[in-house]
Every structure is written in structure tokens, then in C-alpha cells.
């Protein structure tokens, strides 16, 4: 039997209605920006693996030190005890991160350091007495699949069967150009009420909304707005953090930072799962007591597995590397050239950038994540030899660092292919 004829016996994919898929494609061997099937194919990963995978498939420095970190330490409970690996990590993520951050939480996954932050928010205020619950986020956001994660997230066709156990959350509308006075107008309106604990967004990219974009100026403001109304600010940079969006962080593109970040995804380069959540020092000092039940109770059996952080530091310093920043330039460069020339197609709604991260929303009739473009895209692609999934009827591309010029140049070319396939589909 062949791997996804066996695969299909026993296993249950994400995101996949298991009765129409299509067979997995198996993969055996990842080099590069490349992933290698079981039949001999060669694919681009030009969606770096969900978004995860900064350095390209396998890297050796990352194996080595993981490798390295497995035979010394492979997992210690991180409550009552510490290690290396985590308090490096730790130190070297709050050199990189905004100023005001001050504390390294770890936890599993971007939806983990979601909820971790939600709780730390709503905790910072019943610890002092103040009854500030309430969390306000975008509309079209999306923070993971938790209930927590869930409830601050868009209500969609996901979370409607859950709707009836989703905390209330006060939405505002994504402030993309020409439309920030509107969402300035609606975080003022609920900043009146005095009972807004926190406020949560993807900042400058909203990515399962369909790479949705918006300034960092109007950011700058509705953070500052937040601030003079004591309502702490969540970024969460699970997707954008780690140079996606050309520099370090997104939250660097802002003069206000916020008081909690949410990381995970190219955390380990794409290597482990592993999710942080830092916080600002008076953020961490309200659960400073000797009243015992301030206490910020929550962990996880993994917290601070070694073998995550081992892969998180050698990542960090793969992406610190000159070399590595001179791609992303390269990258966000190309991205810009290849935008320019394609923005004037008949049918290309429009063209998205933001660093590393490049959109083009096609003309349809609906725009959906279940337009029925999506499959014809995203098969077209891996004929292609590139892997990209489309949102619907947004195709996107988030490349790992390494992807050379050529391979760049092929998921532009097969981008610009499904053009005539979008034409033939609207002529249907
Ligand atoms: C992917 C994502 C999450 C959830 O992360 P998981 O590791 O998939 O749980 C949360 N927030 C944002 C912005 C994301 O893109």
C-alpha cells in the first residue's frame, strides 16, 4: 500500500473535509525552500509549510543544535526548575522585542500563547479589583482555534457550530486604507465604557482573513488610543513576527508598543511547536503577591521543552545573520517588482504587500474562503510544481529566507498562470 492510501485509513487531516480530499501527497525529504514526494515530484513550498518555516526544510545548523540539545536535555517540568535552553531563548527574544516587553511565558502553539494572553489580560485586572473583562479585536481576525482563540476571532462558518460557548468580544472593523477614520470612530465610542481589559490584533497583516492589509500609522493610533484609556494592548505576531513582515517584529513599524506579544510559527524556524507569550514588566508585577491565588495558574506539560528552545535559538541566529537579512530584503524587493508589474491585469482585483508577504486578490463573483476557484488554483499550483493555497480566491505567497531567485521566479510565473484560469472561470 502506498503512504496515503495507509494515511487515508487512519488519519483525520486539519482543515479537510475528509470525504471529497484529494489523497495526501506524500513527502519524504525536505532541502531548501524544496519538498521532495514519495513518487519522485519536486514542489516550491512557497507557503513556507502554513507559515512556519523561516530557513528552508531540514537545515542542518538547526538539526545539529537540536540534535546536540537531544542528548544532553531532552524535557525537565518547567515549574520549580529551569534549564539552559529557556533562559537563553528567554534573554535572547526580549533583545529583539519591543522595549516594553520585560517576561518570556512559554506555552505550545500560537493558539496556546493566545490564550495565555488572554488570561494574563483579563487576570491583570481582577488581580487589582478593576472590572475591566472585555476584549476588543477585529472583525476578520483570526488568533487560533481554541475557545479563547475562537471567541476573539472572525465568527465564520469555523466557529459557528461553537457560537453559543464564545465569549462575548466587542468587534471593530479592520482599518484597511480608507476606511481608518471609521475604525478609529468605533474603538473611541467603546473606549466610553470603562470595561475594556485588552485590546488583540494581528498588526499590519491579517493572514487567514486573506492577507488582508493596513498601515502602520493607524495601528500607531488605535494602540495609543488603547493606552490613554488603560486598556492593555495583545500583538499577536505569531504570523507576522520574525522578519515576514521585513522587519524583526511589526510591532517595530509603531512608536507605541504594545503590553503583551503573542510568538510561534517561525519561532523554531518551522522546526517545533512552540508558542511565547511576553509581557511588560507592570504587567508581570500585578500578579506579584502574597495572597497566593494572584497567581497566574496555567502550564502545560511541555512548557519550555529544551528541544523547541534549542530549535528556537539556532533559528534566531540563522535569522540575525547578515545573510539572512539580505534575503528578505531581496525578497521584499522582488515581491515589489513582480506587484507593480501584475497590479494592471484585467481581474486582478488587488495586489497586497507587506515584506515578505505578497497577495493578489483575483475578481469573482463572491470572495470566499469556499469559492470554488480555490481548488482549481491550488490544484493549477502543484501541477506547477509550487505549493499555494489559496484563501478562497486570494492566492498568496509567504516564501522561507532561503528561496533562491529561480524558485522565486517560478511561484511569480505560476501566480501569473492562474490568471487565465480566473479570465476562463468569470466567462463560465
Ligand atoms: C496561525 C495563527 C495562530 C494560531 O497558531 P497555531 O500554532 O496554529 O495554534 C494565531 N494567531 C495568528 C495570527 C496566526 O496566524
Redesign the pocket.
Known sequence: MTLAARDQQVIWHPYTQMKTAAPPIPIVRGEGALLFSENGEVYIDAVSS??VNLHGHAHPYIAEKVAEQLRTLEHVIFAGFTHPAAVELAERLLQVLPDSQSRIFYSD??????EVALKMAIQYWHNQGVAKTRIIAFRD??????FG?MAVSARSTFTAPFQQYLFEVDFIDVPVPGREQETLAQLETLLQENNKAAFIY?PLV???AGMVMYAPDILDKLVALCQQHQVLTIA?????GFGRTGRTFASHYLSHTPDIV?L??GLTGGTM?L?VTSCSRQLYEAFLHDDKTKTFFHGHSYTANPIACAAGLASLDLLLQPETQRQISRICSSHGAFAARIKTLPYVKEVRQQGTILAIEFETATTSYFNNLRDTLYNYALQQGVVLRPLGNIIYCIPPYCITTEQLTRVYETMEGMHSLVSSHSAQ
Do not use: I, P
Not at 109 to 114: M, P
Not at 236 to 240: A, R
Open positions: 502554513w507559515w502553539n500560537g493558539s496556546t500563547a493566545v481576525s483570526y488568533h487560533g482555534d481554541t482563540a494581528e491579517l493572514g487567514t499577536d505576531e505569531v504570523m507576522t503573542c510561534s510559527k511547536a508558542g
